[in-house]
């Protein structure tokens, strides 16, 4: 009967790539159809799907009879099981019997005799989870590969990766499965398993075609968002006619607009799919910028800035949203502080185009800062165009007309797809075409929880935005011309670049979110105190080094943005915090922008001493109060939780209408 056995043709994806020592262990007959049980000293399935021993092992022990899908299709001659499922001896409702066959002696642990359906009666587990990665185990951070790099290097690159989940617990699984309009159902697989070789190769695979268009994209934003800073070192507020308090109406206007855009610009992402979305926002704002430079006065002004406002708002939890497609939880705070890097070194890159596009005064009978809004302006809606081919719907639908073969093998978009739902299952709740319904809009806003995270956002900004949105006009106050402003202003960038991967690096080593992201203030508050007390007349150079000294403070907000989204919890009310979050932030820039006002200038005393009124608090109360309160929501749950058993959690699950951070099993990140 053994030699009458042949392999069956297998699909490419399970070939095996390297068999070695196998020993015939016995002969399954399911319905009289002979299953061929082998075990081998490797058995290396195509792309890292690695089954060694999950059949012989696991029977003898009495603890899990098995049979996974890649060995089925490499060893029998029968009828497959269903796709994506595996099959368990215990729950087959048919007859099943074993013969056993004689073995060639070995050493190790493969080679103990095998006692096949001895105690197979005692098996209650669905799937094969002894060899997944214990949620204790860390992922990457950056602090271990800087610090401790070689802790951070597997000790086999070929070894399983796939990270413990809900999906391995037979009684939780069902309450977490994804929902059947889910558009990477059909790439979902809770026996799937990759290895560290390959989840690395992926990622770095994600970065460049994911993360970098993101960040191009983001780039677009900040261009356009900020060269009225550039534009105000110039005689752009002289040409138009305007003052200083026109200048912080116009600031106001377009953060009111941009705050008043984010919740509608949610609603349109999650309908029409921010892939198509967000090149479409890029390019409407593109052609609202460059037509800047036709301004003639106030009101074309603040129409503009209004417009620009309203375009832009949404965009950055828009594209989070986008993100956490591709991304898990603990990989995409790291990218988001990439963003806010490259926020900076935009903005480096800007003032050097400023510099050179304001020495185009009088070409064409035009102004320089008028210059300045048509070429950035051009350029990103070059970008927005760019990003239409470049932004694929979701990891399983990158093919398209234009690129036939598309991004990832079947292979990669089932590793995606499943390390994704494993990290977070909420992620499976909703598809990418799928709207927000008012219920769920009003449920999210009334998330009493992370109202907390929202005063942050309104509070944690102020200290340091006026003497940043008026840097350029300070120092031309002080003394510096107009070119050397802008040049000028690129220190504090590149120092805030390396005080936010710093930033970054503390959050990640201590896990902590509330005092790490306090530190921004903290930074500010002395040279706050410092620019109030400089003399009336101060040295150029001195009062330059107090400002670029507060302005290289360490950026937290990416790291805000992530703490709101992990503590939103479910997809639907993820995207509406975050952009509720957002509209927060906007909200302290128009706070902001009426503290340094006409009547207190040029050196703004009154509004410093506002400045560090608000630092203070922020410091003593907003932060240390926010920590207390999530630590003791968590106290209060795990308290109802713990005292459960298990069938009452799953009772739990089964029954309840919560969803989100409103479940008992939901822990507070601070």
């Known amino acids: 009967?053994?030699?009458?056995?042949?392999?069956?043709?297998?699909?490419?994806?399970?070939?095996?790539?390297?068999?070695?020592?196998?020993?015939?262990?016995?002969?399954?007959?399911?319905?009289?159809?002979?299953?061929?049980?082998?075990?081998?000293?490797?058995?290396?399935?195509?792309?890292?799907?690695?089954?060694?021993?999950?059949?012989?092992?696991?029977?003898?022990?009495?603890?899990?009879?098995?049979?996974?899908?890649?060995?089925?299709?490499?060893?029998?001659?029968?009828?497959?099981?269903?796709?994506?499922?595996?099959?368990?001896?215990?729950?087959?409702?048919?007859?099943?019997s074993v013969t056993p066959v004689q073995q060639t002696p070995a050493t190790g642990d493969f080679n103990r005799p095998v006692s096949l359906l001895s105690s197979i009666g005692k098996s209650n587990s669905s799937f094969p989870a002894d060899d997944l990665v214990d949620e204790a185990e860390e992922q990457f951070t950056w602090t271990k590969a800087i610090f401790r790099g070689k802790q951070m290097v597997p000790h086999d690159p070929d070894a399983i990766a796939t990270r413990r989940s809900v999906f391995d617990d037979p009684d939780l699984a069902p309450h977490y499965w994804p929902k059947k309009d889910y558009e990477n159902l059909h790439r979902f697989d809770p026996t799937a398993r990759w290895t560290y070789r390959e989840e690395r190769a992926l990622v770095r695979k994600l970065d460049w075609k994911i993360m970098v268009t993101a960040a191009i994209g983001f780039s677009?934003?900040?261009?356009?968002?900020?060269?009225?800073?550039?534009?105000?070192?110039?005689?752009?507020?002289?040409?138009?006619?305007?003052?200083?308090?026109?200048?912080?109406?116009?600031?106001?206007?377009?953060?009111?607009?941009?705050?008043?855009?984010?919740?509608?610009?949610?609603?349109?992402?999650?309908?029409?799919?921010?892939?198509?979305?967000?090149?479409?926002?890029?390019?409407?704002?593109?052609?609202?910028?460059?037509?800047?430079?036709?301004?003639?006065?106030?009101?074309?002004?603040?129409v503009c800035r209004a417009l620009l406002g309203g375009l832009q708002g949404g965009f950055i939890p828009d594209l989070i949203l986008y993100l956490s497609y591709f991304y898990t939880k603990t990989e995409l705070p790291m990218r988001l502080a990439l963003f806010w890097m490259s926020l900076n070194l935009c903005s480096i890159v800007a003032s050097f185009v400023a510099y050179g596009t304001l020495h185009m005064d009088g070409v064409a009978g035009a102004a320089g800062w008028r210059w300045l809004f048509m070429i950035e302006g051009l350029l990103t809606l070059f970008i927005g165009f760019f990003t239409f081919f470049r932004m694929p719907p979701s990891p399983t639908q990158t093919k398209t007309w234009f690129r036939p073969n598309g991004w990832f093998t079947e292979r990669e978009e089932t590793i995606i797809v499943n390390r994704v739902i494993r990290d977070d299952p909420t992620k499976g709740d909703m598809h990418n075409r799928e709207g927000l319904t008012l219920r769920r809009l009003w449920t999210a806003m009334c998330d009493y929880d992370l109202w907390p995270v929202y005063i942050i956002g309104l509070m944690f900004g102020i200290p340091s935005a006026p003497p940043l949105t008026y840097l350029t006009l300070l120092l031309r106050n002080i003394?510096?011309?107009?070119?050397?402003?802008?040049?000028?202003?690129?220190?504090?960038?590149?120092?805030?670049?390396?005080?936010?991967?710093?930033?970054?690096?503390?959050?990640?080593?201590?896990?902590?979110?509330?005092?790490?992201?306090?530190?921004?203030?903290?930074?500010?508050?002395?040279?706050?105190?410092?620019?109030?007390?400089?003399?009336?007349?101060?040295?150029?150079?001195?009062?330059?080094?107090?400002?670029?000294?507060?302005?290289?403070?360490?950026?937290?907000?990416?790291?805000?943005?992530?703490?709101?989204?992990?503590?939103?919890?479910?997809?639907?009310?993820?995207?509406?915090?975050?952009?509720?979050?957002?509209?927060?932030?906007?909200?302290?820039?128009?706070?902001?922008?009426?503290?340094?006002?006409?009547?207190?200038?040029?050196?703004?005393?009154?509004?410093?001493?506002?400045?560090?009124?608000?630092?203070?608090?922020?410091?003593?109360?907003?932060?240390?109060?926010?920590?207390?309160?999530?630590?003791?929501?968590?106290?209060?749950?795990?308290?109802?939780?713990?005292?459960?058993?298990?069938?009452?959690?799953?009772?739990?699950?089964?029954?309840?209408?919560?969803?989100?951070?409103?479940?008992?099993?939901?822990?507070?990140?601070?």
């Not at 196998?22 to 058995?43: A, D, E, K, P, Y």
């Not at 921010?274 to 926002?281: A, G, H, L, S, V």
């Not at 340094?596 to 240390?624: E, F, T």
């Open 220 to 302: 677009a934003l900040n261009f356009d968002r900020n060269n009225i800073t550039q534009a105000n070192s110039s005689t752009f507020l002289q040409d138009l006619g305007l003052t200083t308090d026109d200048f912080n109406l116009g600031n106001t206007v377009f953060k009111l607009s941009f705050l008043c855009a984010e919740l509608p610009s949610q609603l349109v992402s999650k309908r029409v799919g921010p892939d198509r979305w967000i090149p479409t926002q890029i390019c409407l704002w593109s052609l609202v910028a460059l037509s800047q430079f036709w301004l003639t006065g106030r009101t074309s002004f603040l």
């Open 1 to 96: 009967m053994i030699q009458s056995l042949k392999p069956r043709v297998i699909q490419p994806q399970f070939r095996p790539t390297a068999i070695t020592n196998i020993q015939i262990c016995g002969i399954l007959t399911v319905n009289g159809v002979f299953l061929l049980i082998v075990r081998t000293g490797s058995c290396a399935i195509d792309r890292g799907c690695v089954i060694t021993r999950t059949i012989p092992h696991c029977i003898q022990e009495g603890i899990d009879g098995v049979l996974s899908r890649a060995c089925l299709e490499c060893f029998y001659t029968g009828i497959l099981p269903p796709p994506h499922s595996c099959l368990s001896l215990t729950e087959m409702s048919f007859s099943v």
């Open 479 to 670: 003394g510096f011309d107009t070119f050397n402003s802008n040049l000028l202003t690129i220190p504090s960038l590149a120092l805030g670049i390396v005080t936010m991967f710093v930033i970054t690096l503390v959050s990640e080593s201590v896990n902590e979110r509330s005092i790490v992201a306090m530190m921004e203030d903290l930074w500010t508050l002395p040279f706050l105190i410092a620019l109030y007390a400089l003399p009336s007349n101060p040295n150029p150079w001195i009062f330059f080094a107090v400002v670029t000294g507060l302005l290289s403070y360490p950026y937290t907000h990416p790291i805000q943005v992530g703490w709101c989204s992990r503590n939103a919890g479910a997809v639907a009310s993820r995207t509406v915090n975050a952009s509720l979050y957002n509209m927060f932030v906007q909200a302290s820039g128009i706070i902001s922008a009426q503290i340094y006002v006409a009547s207190d200038a040029p050196r703004y005393q009154r509004g410093n001493k506002i400045l560090i009124i608000i630092c203070s608090v922020n410091i003593c109360i907003l932060y240390p109060a926010t920590k207390a309160y999530y630590i003791w929501r968590n106290r209060q749950r795990a308290k109802i939780w713990d005292a459960m058993t298990s069938g009452e959690r799953a009772h739990y699950l089964s029954t309840t209408k919560d969803v989100g951070n409103r479940r008992l099993d939901f822990r507070f990140a601070h």
